[in-house]
């Protein structure tokens, strides 16, 4: 199910201000503003806000879709890519696409991550796998671009396009978009397809594998952790059998409890919802092997690492 959004202002141009943390980025790991370097995925002192494989074969959850020119074609998750085009990156489960070929309009249509909040000074980049492949002729005709979107309110909001492809790009597997230096209280990243011109042939976009990553200071990290949980404790670990996931709430807070495999997918997900203040315990049972356990509370991340002996 698509959803209509209202979208801001949109600001052109590259975002590329080198905070402390973004210059450790660039100077141990290469990344580029490009989005065509591989990089580790998880860069010293940031936390993983989301991850998504689309591999339950439906747009996550929190995740909105905007088809400004109201044709209802749109962005899809699918289980296979349209023919006759094989992604390099495609690893054979389900995956997001905008197919032109399908669509075969003057296209204009977004798709939104889920919503996490920020502090002014703070930043984030994304890492995904994408094939954009472009196979008109004559001038650049469809365009794909990788956006920042900041709000004060979550409700309006301002976008800045960090990439833009165009013509024949091809793929990446692991493209670092960012990072990006951000402002007010709400972000969220976007992928927008759009046409300049109409065109009458040209394949599309293919997603995969989006993480998002978000930094702030220590600072930062401390006083929104005391604001949202006082704790979060994985117990025993290492497990033979039953573990007890346990964290307590300062406040009523959005909270979203996950068990994650060591490539980042998503097993479990043990809670998905609002709760109110209080302590809160869940109980997994695992077979033998590592595990991450995945804390999110009004969207800051907290990840335990677990190891299941049996």
């Given amino acids: 199910m698509w959803r209509k959004v209202i979208i801001g202002l949109i600001v052109v141009g590259v975002v590329w201000g080198l905070t402390p943390a973004e210059k450790y980025a660039m100077d141990s790991h290469g990344s580029s503003p490009l989005g065509n370097v591989s990089p580790p995925r998880i860069l010293q002192g940031w936390n993983l806000v989301e991850s998504q494989n689309f591999d339950d074969g439906a747009i996550p959850a929190g995740w909105e879709i905007n088809d400004a020119n109201g044709d209802q074609c749109t962005w899809v998750v699918v289980s296979e890519p349209t023919d006759p085009f094989t992604p390099g990156c495609w690893d054979g489960s389900p995956f997001l696409q905008y197919s032109d070929d399908e669509c075969d309009t003057d296209s204009d249509d977004w798709i939104m991550t889920a919503i996490f909040s920020i502090s002014n000074g703070d930043s984030t980049y994304l890492v995904y796998d994408f094939d954009f492949e472009e ?3 004559g001038s650049p005709i469809e365009y794909g671009d990788v956006m920042i979107g900041t709000s004060d309110d979550g409700v309006n909001w301002n976008w800045t396009v960090v990439v833009s492809y165009t013509e024949d790009m091809g793929e990446n597997c692991d493209a670092m978009v960012g990072p990006v230096e951000v402002t007010g209280n709400y972000a969220r990243w976007a992928f927008r397809y759009w046409e ?11 997603i995969d594998n989006v993480e998002v990553y978000h930094y702030t200071t220590e600072v930062g990290i401390a006083e929104r952790t005391a604001g949202a949980f006082r704790s979060f404790s994985v ?3 290492p497990a033979a059998g039953r573990t007890s996931i346990s964290f307590a709430l300062e406040r009523d807070a959005s ?3 996950e068990v994650l495999d ?9 809670e998905n919802g609002y709760l109110t203040a209080g302590s809160y315990s869940f109980e997994v049972s695992e077979n033998s092997g ?5 804390l999110t509370v009004n969207g800051e991340s907290k990840i335990e690492r677990l190891v299941v002996v049996k």
Avoid at 290 to 294: A, K, L, N, Q, S
Wanted: charged fraction near 15%; glycine fraction near 8%; hydrophobic fraction near 45%.
């Fill in 255 to 257: 909270v979203r409890l």
């Fill in 135 to 137: 196979l008109g002729s």
């Fill in 262 to 270: 060591v490539a980042g997918r998503i097993l479990e997900t043990l």
């Fill in 235 to 237: 117990y025993p670990n």
């Fill in 290 to 294: 590592i595990y991450f356990v995945r």
């Fill in 196 to 206: 300049e011109t109409p065109s009458n042939w040209a394949w599309g976009w293919y």
